[in-house]
């Protein structure tokens, strides 16, 4: 065997994190620059339109429509014929066929998804590619998987679609939101009018241009652009039977009280302030790695976010020490560039919104650690942050900041770790890191919150029900549990 060829005088090792850069291409992605409504199948050009940009460099990408109350109004009533004329009574083998074909051009054009939700949202590419897109699709194939099952899953209780589902979405994982809504819709026999929101509706549009290459019928999902006013004419619309939102617990407190004795199915996935505990028996680097992961993937704009950190005081010195230095290395910037870890905050307001949460982190007395960073100068960006001396009142400990923003916190003992945890009008999800497994199961059965993950953070599949306690909201996504909203049971 030839000898390896070394150079002369030392190894290179490198001195510094700087990567050179490596920008994924716009080119596969086609802009009009206009778009309507899709409704019944077709483009409804739009009465008023707003332009969306890229958050990263506050570029126009394209106008799009902010829809009216008339415009909600065909796209609820194309939604009803299609739900009469045959989709709601289609067997379940032929819808799970179209929603098969939908998973399958997900993944045929995932590239030019990626990239357009990078551009539209500020996601860094490395997640839109690894992470939302391949998710996106799962949904589509699991729930296609369904479609001819549904009297498996509900043996003996006759499972009857409950007509038009009205669907409403946030801008933190646009495609992917879009997927958890409308694929067990479809699966269960529903038709969907669903509006993204209002910073990142540009994915959603494009999905349109799928459900046609799908050949699914028309009207069986109409997609409708535009802010609140949009979303409440939604809600109040007669020919709804049944609302989904994601969004703020401001929004969907304001949903319920709407629809109190309407008779309308709800579902609610609002707000979290995750706990993510770490136990000094934990394989620290790999908990340093979660936390990091908990909390700044996706700019921390995660309702599951594991944004306080309960350190167990033996060991909270040398995890403080290794987080710091961690973050040290994330590389922030330009969403496209397939390097970076954290991309740009996805909108003004939310970046005002995190500038005056910290500035109360400050205020109330907590220390604050960012590392070295440069910002770019256009657009919206926040450095990862770190508060140590917490306490739990302070509203940085209390309030959900959906940014790049983490409180650490520590306990000494399991119960008290529990108790602290447990102390907030949340319950979506937590975080246990430790080496023993009745420990586990232990804070597993006392957390109240929907998901508890193990020596892991931020971890989903389509096959696992995802949702809230408390104000994190009511109902389930994922899983089997994610058809029952989408199903009647009488007769
Ligand atoms: P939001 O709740 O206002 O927006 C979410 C969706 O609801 C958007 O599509 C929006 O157009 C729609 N919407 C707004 N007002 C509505 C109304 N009255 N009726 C029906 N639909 C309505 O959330 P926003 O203002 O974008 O963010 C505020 C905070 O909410 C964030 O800082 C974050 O803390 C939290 N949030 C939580 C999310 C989660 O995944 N749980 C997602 C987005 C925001
Ligand atoms: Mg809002």
């Known amino acids: 065997m030839a000898e390896l060829e070394r150079p002369a005088g030392r190894t290179p090792v490198p001195t510094d994190w700087t990567y050179a850069p490596a920008p994924e291409s716009r080119d596969i992605v086609h802009l009009r620059e206009r778009y309507g409504h899709f409704i019944g199948g077709e483009w409804v050009e739009a009465v008023e339109t707003y332009e969306t940009i890229s958050p990263a460099s506050e570029e126009p990408l394209a106008a799009v429509g902010q829809a009216t109350p008339e415009e909600v109004d065909r796209a609820v009533a194309a939604a009803r014929t299609a739900f009469a004329d045959g989709w709601s009574s289609l067997p379940g083998s032929e819808r799970a066929k179209y929603l098969f074909r939908i998973a399958r051009i997900l993944q045929e054009r995932a590239r030019e998804f990626a990239v357009l939700e990078s551009l539209n949202g500020g996601k860094p590419i490395k997640e839109s590619r690894d992470v939302d897109l391949p998710l996106a699709a799962a949904h589509f194939f699991y729930y296609a998987g369904w479609a001819d099952k549904l009297e498996y899953a509900f043996p003996n209780r006759r499972p009857k679609p409950v007509g038009v589902a009205g669907q409403i979405i946030p801008w933190n994982f646009p495609l992917l939101m879009l997927a958890w809504k409308i694929a067990p819709a479809l699966a269960c026999g529903n038709t969907v009018v669903l509006k993204p929101a209002e910073t990142t509706p540009l994915t959603a549009l494009l999905f349109c241009d799928v459900l046609r290459q799908a050949e699914l019928p028309p009207g ?254 009511f109902g389930r996504e994922g899983g089997r549990h994610g058809l029952e909203p989408y199903l009647r049971f009488d007769e």
């Open 220 to 473: 069986v999902v109409n997609i409708v652009t535009g802010d609140g006013r949009t979303g409440a004419a939604i809600v109040e619309h007669e020919g709804v039977d049944k609302i989904a939102f994601t969004g703020s617990t401001d929004v969907g407190k304001a949903i319920q009280r709407r629809l109190a004795g309407s008779g309308k199915k709800l579902t609610l996935e609002l707000g979290g302030k995750a706990a993510n505990i770490v136990f000094d028996d934990c394989a620290l680097d790999q908990a340093v790695e979660g936390i990091v992961n908990g909390i700044y993937f996706n700019q921390g704009h995660v309702c599951c976010a594991g944004s306080r950190l309960f350190a167990q005081e033996s060991i909270y010195e040398p995890l403080v020490d290794k987080l710091k230095r961690r973050l040290e290395t994330l590389r922030v910037g330009d969403p496209l560039d397939k390097n970076t870890d954290v991309g740009a905050i996805n909108s003004a307001m939310q970046l005002e919104k995190i500038r005056e949460l910290v500035e109360s982190g400050r205020e109330e007395g907590a220390q604050i650690y960012q590392p070295p960073c440069t910002l770019p100068e256009k657009g919206y960006w926040f450095t990862p942050t770190v508060f140590t001396d917490v306490a739990q009142s302070y509203r940085i400990a209390q309030e959900e900041i959906f940014g790049p923003v983490l409180s650490v916190l520590t306990f000494r003992t399991p119960d008290e770790a529990l108790e602290k945890a447990n102390n907030t009008p949340y319950g979506l999800s937590a975080g246990v890191w430790t080496e023993k497994g009745s420990r586990i199961l232990w804070m597993a059965q006392r957390l109240r919150a929907g998901v508890v993950w193990a020596n892991t953070f931020n971890r989903f599949d389509p096959t696992s029900p995802f949702g809230g306690y408390k104000e994190s909201g």
